[in-house]
């Protein structure tokens, strides 16, 4: 089974930063990385699929980078609805997901 | 689309349960469907899917055995049984809409709201 590690487990950050989200994978997965923010009590929302691609409607400040092991998920600049919870999740072998990142903000 | 979960509730360990999604909005029959489960404080963690046409069904291996997928077309519903239920099968039971079009791509573009199964003597 393929799992999925990301880093770090939460973070806080204000309206206005750059934030950067970690996930690695314990074998190759080429771009099959999709990335989803869950807010409490709703559930994950599609961010991002193929590693980079842009979900449809989802803010262009959301952007993804990655390839093989090590992808990343950035918020170009912070807002306040941005909180929540980050999972990536791997498609090349079925599906898994990481154990997320909570960010919050500050 | 529209999907929503339901058939959740207190079980006792070593019963059954089942689960129901009914789906609306768009054409059911053409997708892929999978069910996703999150404990309480944990991340998701894939349960299972069912092809378009509910010929084909994979499961990871973490419940292979325990769980059955199910479909019916005609009624655009989906279902998910887990059989000898534990403790560990406590959390949110989300059905999920496949993003591929006939052929499954694994991963998901709506989602439910989720119904809870709490297992529980």
């Known amino acids: 089974d393929i799992q999925m590690t990301q880093s770090p487990s939460a973070l806080s950050a204000s309206v206005g930063d750059r934030v950067t989200i970690s996930c690695r994978a314990s074998?190759?997965?080429?771009?099959?990385l999709a990335w989803y923010q869950q807010k409490p009590g709703t559930a994950p929302k599609l961010l991002i699929y193929?590693?980079?691609n842009l979900e449809s409607g989802v803010p262009s400040r959301f952007s993804g980078s990655g390839s093989g092991t090590e992808f990343t998920l950035t918020i170009s600049s912070l807002q306040p609805d941005d909180f929540g919870t980050y999972y990536c999740?791997?498609?090349?072998?079925?599906?898994?997901f990481g154990q997320g990142t909570r960010l919050d903000i500050k | 689309v529209q999907l929503v979960e339901s058939g959740g509730g207190v079980v006792q360990p070593g019963r059954s349960v089942r689960l129901s999604c009914a789906a609306s909005?768009?054409?059911?029959?053409?997708?892929?469907m999978h069910w996703v489960r999150q404990a309480p404080g944990k991340g998701p963690q894939w349960m299972g899917i069912?092809?378009?046409?509910?010929?084909?069904?994979n499961y990871p291996d973490s419940v292979k055995g325990r769980v059955t997928i199910s479909r019916d077309n005609s009624k655009n519903r989906l279902y998910l049984q887990i059989n000898s239920l534990g403790s560990e099968d406590t959390g949110l039971y989300f059905c999920?809409?496949?993003?591929?079009?006939?052929?499954?791509?694994?991963?998901?573009?709506?989602w439910g709201h989720g119904t809870l199964v709490t297992v529980s003597s």
């Open positions: 999920a809409r496949d993003s591929g079009v006939a052929a499954a791509r694994y991963y998901f573009d709506s």
């Open positions: 909005g768009f054409m059911f029959s053409s997708y892929a």
């Open positions: 069912i092809s378009y046409d509910g010929t084909t069904k």
């Open positions: 074998q190759s997965i080429s771009v099959w």
């Open positions: 193929e590693a980079s």
């Open positions: 999740q791997q498609y090349n072998s079925y599906a898994a």
